[in-house]
Structures are given as C-alpha cells and as structure tokens.
C-alpha cells in the first residue's frame, strides 16, 4: 500500500545527520555534562554547542537559551515562572483565544493563585488584533503570551506589530514559536518579544529536545526544584542526546529555510486548490496568504473528521483532526470555535501538514482519494442527508 504521511504537526522524522550527531552520546561519550572529570568533558562541550546553534537559530545569544524536555514544559515555565517572579508587580496576564492547551492551562493554573487572565479574541482567520492585544493592557498587566503561528491552522500572527504597541517598560512579551520555529525565519530582535518557545519535534529534530528564550534581565522562577543545571532554572540531569539533536536540527534548519519556504508553500497551495476544487462543501480554515508553508487546514462540512482520519489512513494516509493535543479528545476545536466557526461544522476539521519528504505525487494522491472518502460517510450521515432534502425543498 501506498504511504503518504501527512502530518508533520505531530511528528517530523528525524533526519539522519541529527541521529548521527546524537549517537556518540548514547555510547561512548556518555558522561554528565555536570561532572569536573573528563568523562563530563565531551557532553559538556556538546550541550553548549547546541544551545549555540538553537540561538542562532533564533538570533538570540547562547546564554539566554534554557533547554527543555518540550514546548509544553517551554510554555509552562515561561508562564508560571516569569508570572510568579513579578507577582509583587501585578498579577494581570493577557493571553489569546487560540493559544495551545499549555499555555491556556498554565493560566488557569495561575488564576487559582490569585491572577486575573485577559483572553484576547481572534477574527474569523484565527488573527489576533494588535489593538485588542493593546486595550487589554492595565497598571498592573505583568505577562503577554500570543502564540507567533497557530498549529492547527497555520495562521501566523502579528507578533512584532503587537511588541511594537506594548510598552518599552511595560509587560512581558512571550510567544510560543512552537509551530514557526525551523519552519519560516523566526529572529527575536525582529519579532520585539522577552521570551520564546520552541521545540525540535517540529523541525526534524528529536521529541524530547526543545527550548525557552529567555532575554537576558527578565526574571524566571523555576518550575522545579534541584539542582544547578540551566543556571538553576531548569535543575535534572541534561538529556545529552536530545540537547545534541535538537542543536543540529536548529542548525540545518538555519540553513534549508528559504529552499524548505518555497518547496512547501508550492506542495501546500497545490493541494489546497485541489480539495477545494474537488470536495464540495469545503472551505479553507485560518489565513489564506499568512500561514505556515506546510499547513493545509479545512473544514469538511457534514461528517466529522475523526471519520475521515480512519478511512484515509486505509489508504495510507496520515492526517490530522484538531491539534495534536486534541486528537483524540473527541470534541470540537477550541482555535475553530474562537474563528467563529460553529460547532457542528467544527468536527469536520482537517488538517495536512507537509514535511521534507512530502512531494507532488504525495500531494495528487491525497487529492484523488479524499473526495470518494468523503461521499462514502456523507452517504451515511443522517445531517447531510437532511441538507440534501432542505436542497430540494422537501
């Protein structure tokens, strides 16, 4: 059977220079970066070449990078510990309507403590309005987090126009760039934030090797307790290879992008042409020119996506339905119902993200298979039958 992955948003494969630069420190070299013997020698040397190579990645310095396990744990500690620091400042936070689960938990885990949340709304693509984000501000407003790309529907959001509304001396600005790091140029001067969220999993780099920016001066409590590792900002023994992976991922990312931007974006406007053209009842989701070049999203009107997620992958296709994080949670989109879409056609969400194995071929398969997908649960669905019967008036 034919195999097309298509969903990227959940997994990147590893590519083999990654692997190779990992494997030594799953073998020989396989010290403490903490210990003062020379067994600790080589790990150490690697850990900080890769927090090296994940700055410039983001055109940040070395020493502002913090190394985690996730983007979820990058979320968390960006707003829990940079909240928790300035708690004697204020405790007012601003957040989007489309943030990832991470960073919305966070807040509300964060509103138990005693801080108020601003939840700033989006229009009908899943943008955020810089002048929303700006009315939202008060005295006592200590943390913005706006997600840089949404990962559900591509939507990349107007992060530097909004830094630019903000204060010089007002609110930290955090993004998760979870979805847009290794993906399209990401540089935090340009973008004006304090803190950043990545993590390799999205550029062909290892789960498990992600990381926080965080702008030299900005204050971070620590989520856990420990040791001195990370500057005692993250403690627990360094999970060498995942630091190592992720390092060279960020590397080869810094300089595959423009060649990465141009393949994609031509595989994903293909492919959106062809559904839309060829399923009826279909409609594009998030921002038509500013998205991510690897994201197709739609909404499938009439049959839920979960539905259509099996009956594709019976011909080898992987997709996805909502977030990665949502999966398989059943329920409707909470980045579709912010954008205005109802509920009920909000189930029919479907999401394609290509990678760099993705092809043309990949793209035209997935567009003669999809239709007859399509018609055979829309045959079995007592809503569309009803849709038909209102069509002709009965």
């Not at 030594?24 to 067994?39: C, I, K, R």
């Not at 899943?126 to 700006?134: A, F, Q, R, S, T």
Request: aromatic residues 4%; charged residues 20%.
């Amino acid at each position: 059977m034919r195999k097309v992955y298509m969903d990227n948003v959940a997994a990147t494969p590893l590519l083999p220079e990654v692997r190779e630069a990992m494997l030594p420190f799953m073998g020989a070299d396989f010290g403490n970066p903490q210990s003062l013997h020379s067994w600790g020698d080589a790990a150490r040397d690697a850990v900080e070449e890769a927090r090296g190579q994940v700055a410039a990645l983001i055109g940040g310095v070395a020493e502002e990078i913090i190394f985690t396990a996730s983007g979820t744990e990058a979320n968390n500690m960006a707003l829990k510990g940079i909240a928790r620091a300035k708690a004697d400042k204020g405790k007012h936070i601003v957040i989007s309507a489309i943030e990832h689960f991470s960073v919305i938990n966070s807040a509300r885990t964060l509103q138990k403590e005693g801080s108020e949340v601003t939840i700033v709304p989006v229009d009908g693509s899943g943008k955020v309005n810089p002048d929303e984000v700006l009315r939202s501000i008060r005295k006592d407003t200590i943390l913005v987090s706006i997600m840089h790309a949404n990962g559900e529907v591509g939507t990349i959001e107007p992060i530097a126009d909004i830094a630019n509304k903000l204060a010089a001396d007002g609110p930290v600005f955090h993004t998760d760039a979870v979805a847009s790091a290794g993906s399209i140029p990401v540089k935090v001067k340009d973008l004006g934030v304090h803190a950043l969220s990545l993590a390799g999993n999205q550029f062909n780099g290892p789960r498990g090797g992600a990381a926080l920016w965080l702008k030299r001066g900005v204050r971070m409590l620590p989520l856990m307790d420990g040791g001195i590792q990370e500057g005692g900002r993250r403690p627990g023994t360094e999970d060498v290879p995942a630091i190592v992976g992720l390092g060279k991922a960020a590397e080869l990312a810094d300089k595959t992008l423009d060649t990465k931007i141009k393949r994609l974006s031509s595989l994903r406007d293909r492919l959106i042409k062809g559904v839309i053209n060829n399923v009826a009842h279909t409609f594009l989701t998030g921002h038509p020119v500013e998205r991510l070049p690897g994201y197709a999203s739609f909404c499938i009107k009439f049959i839920e996506g979960e539905s259509i997620l099996m009956l594709l992958n019976s011909f080898g296709i992987a997709a996805a339905s909502g977030s990665a994080c949502t999966s398989r949670a059943l329920k409707a989109s909470h980045v579709l119902l912010a954008m205005g879409i109802n509920h009920e056609v909000a189930q029919g969400s479907m999401l394609f993200t290509l990678g760099l194995d993705s092809n043309e071929d990949d793209v035209d398969y997935v567009i003669e298979k999809l239709p007859s997908v399509v018609d055979r649960l829309r045959q079995m669905s007592p809503v569309y039958s009803k849709f038909l019967k209102e069509q002709k008036g009965g």
